[in-house]
């Protein structure tokens, strides 16, 4: 009897799938603006999209070693010029590729345009959240959504499955000015992805201002080139959710404390133990003019580390500040946000208060002792890492250097205690790149800014640069590591990018040629990266004067 009943259930589960099938398809066909074509690559289902009358088929590097098929919930069609006709489940990987095939469908007549472009070299990311979600974390940089990945290499030899319970749209300019959006992945555990550094946060970054696709990769490499502690590069992904491309990514792992991240004692676990329950927000809040935090009962008891925290410039800080759960100001009116531990004990954010002010009088003073105490400030910060993070932001002529996205972290005084240069954020806007609103000064190779010609700038860099023991050391890790890192970009690397990245690039440059038009950054990518190379070119030659060790020794 339950087997008769079993039998039954199937019977009209197909029937059902097949109407609903069938439905698709004629409800597809008779829609008189688009045309639902979805086909299977291997496990995944990737769905065509459409501009103008042409339906774009994306695939990712590893299709050259699958079949694809049309799917059963798609209509059927003729290739017009070949007379072929297009069934269910056939085959069409024969079909010429990056060119737009005439194309009619088999029921209703309807004639459409089909182009099929692969990309190559690059890893593909397949990310499945609910319906309607993705259009939801674009409208609202608030939103958040669970949902898990696939990752497949190139060669379709390696799969990764990772979870994550949390999706959401990042940055600031790039949410509110570009449709393509920049995303946070949270993973349901620390994890590496496509042997990244483990952990729980990372980062898939848009690019959407940057043609070349390429600076966020550049300066990370410059940074690792430089040997700045924790400092790692991404790697590029062609990006699909629930089956549509979404284009060329980033992927990075995000600052955050970790064995494989920013290995410091991680003072949140401290904080989690001891307050298992994890009812931070019932605990009432601090708060006044110069800081933020919670009214905790039970501190470690080691509260000298450790501390990533973020400078942000003033105006963001005053309106976020209402979100932010814990945070602080200096005496020269310094903002900075405490990262980790995110919810501080009142003790623990006077504490790196009062450390960050005593630093900042060293660093502000002409001669670098903190007048106070007697202390100089490479006792309170390592020099070594401010000077590599220096380097990095003002070679590239970063629009946000020592504005924001600037972070700094303190382990605990037990393992050197001193304020440490985090590797940098958003590279989009270096090297030439910039926004028409962004200061002039972006677009010149030439120059040193000591990183103060934004409005919003820190005033530590600019001192720190006057100082002749801070200065030397500029000018010997440039030319130990920089000069050479952008001798090899102008010979072969910015090159290498270019044929790594073609194909992908081209298929990011069709999907969101509209958003490039609008926003005049449509340019030929040949033209793009000779652009590129003649402002690091320039930028290379002023710097080899400006800092040449030569004329330093003989003064």
């Not at 070299?121 to 409208?139: G, T």
């Not at 040997?227 to 600052?255: A, I, Q, R, T």
Request: charged share 30%.
């Amino acid at each position: 009897m339950k087997e008769h009943i079993k039998r039954i259930s199937i019977l009209i589960f197909s029937i059902c799938l097949i109407g609903i099938l069938i439905y698709t398809e004629q409800k597809s066909e008779r829609n008189d603006k688009t045309i639902s074509l979805y086909f299977k690559v291997g496990n995944e289902v990737i769905k065509t999209w459409e501009n103008e009358g042409t339906y774009f088929l994306f695939l990712p590097s590893y299709a050259a070693e699958e079949r694809i098929v049309l799917t059963p919930y798609s209509p059927e069609f003729y290739v017009v010029k070949q007379g072929r006709y297009i069934s269910k489940n056939e085959n069409i990987s024969d079909i010429i590729k990056n060119q737009k095939v005439e194309c009619q469908l088999a029921k209703s007549g309807k004639q459409f345009q089909l182009c099929i472009m692969q990309s190559e070299n690059i890893p593909a990311m397949f990310i499945d959240i609910n319906n309607n979600s993705l259009e939801e974390l674009k409208a609202d940089k608030e939103h958040e959504v669970s949902g898990k990945m696939r990752v497949i290499d190139p060669n379709n030899s390696i799969e990764e499955i990772h979870a994550f319970k949390v999706m959401k749209a990042r940055g600031n300019t790039s949410f509110t000015g570009f449709e393509k959006k920049s995303y946070s992945l949270i993973l349901s555990e620390k994890e590496s992805i496509l042997g990244l550094p483990a952990g729980e946060g990372y980062a898939l970054i848009s690019n959407a201002s940057d043609l070349s696709l390429i600076r966020n990769d550049i300066v990370r490499s410059m940074e690792v080139a430089l040997e700045l502690p924790f400092s790692h590069v991404g790697k590029f992904v062609d990006l699909y959710v629930n089956g549509e491309y979404e284009g060329n990514y980033y992927l990075c792992d995000k600052l955050e404390v970790g064995p494989e991240r920013i290995d410091i004692n991680n003072m949140e676990t401290l904080m989690d133990l001891i307050y298992s329950v994890r009812n931070y927000e019932s605990v009432e809040i601090y708060e006044n003019e110069n800081a933020k935090a919670r009214k905790f009962q039970i501190s470690p008891k080691d509260i000298s580390g450790g501390y990533l925290i973020e400078r942000e410039y003033l105006n963001r800080f005053q309106l976020e500040f209402s979100d932010i759960e814990s945070a602080f100001v200096t005496d020269a009116k310094e903002c900075f946000v405490v990262k980790n531990p995110n919810y501080c004990s009142v003790e623990q954010v006077e504490y790196i208060r009062q450390f960050i002010n005593e630093a900042e009088k060293a660093i502000l003073s002409s001669d670098g002792k903190n007048w106070e105490n007697g202390k100089y400030y490479w006792e309170y910060i390592d020099v070594d890492s401010f000077v590599k993070k220096y380097l990095a932001e003002e070679v590239s002529k970063n629009y946000d250097a020592g504005v924001t996205s600037s972070f700094f972290y303190k382990n605990s005084d037990v393992k050197n205690g001193k304020l440490i240069a985090a590797p940098g954020w958003d590279y989009d806007m270096c090297f030439g790149n910039y926004l028409e609103w962004m200061e002039e000064f972006s677009a010149d190779p030439t120059g040193v800014s000591k990183l103060s010609f934004n409005a919003n700038h820190s005033p530590w860099y600019a001192k720190l640069y006057e100082k002749p023991e801070f200065y030397e050391l500029i000018e010997q890790n440039y030319w130990k590591s920089v000069e050479p890192f952008l001798q090899e970009l102008l010979e072969d690397k910015i090159d290498d990018y270019e044929n790594v990245l073609e194909a992908s690039a081209n298929m990011n440059a069709i999907r969101w040629f509209e958003e490039l038009n609008e926003n005049h950054l449509y340019e030929d990518r040949k033209e793009i990266y000779k652009k590129l190379k003649s402002f690091i070119l320039e930028r290379k030659t002023y710097l080899d004067e400006a800092w040449s060790l030569e004329k330093t020794q003989e003064s």
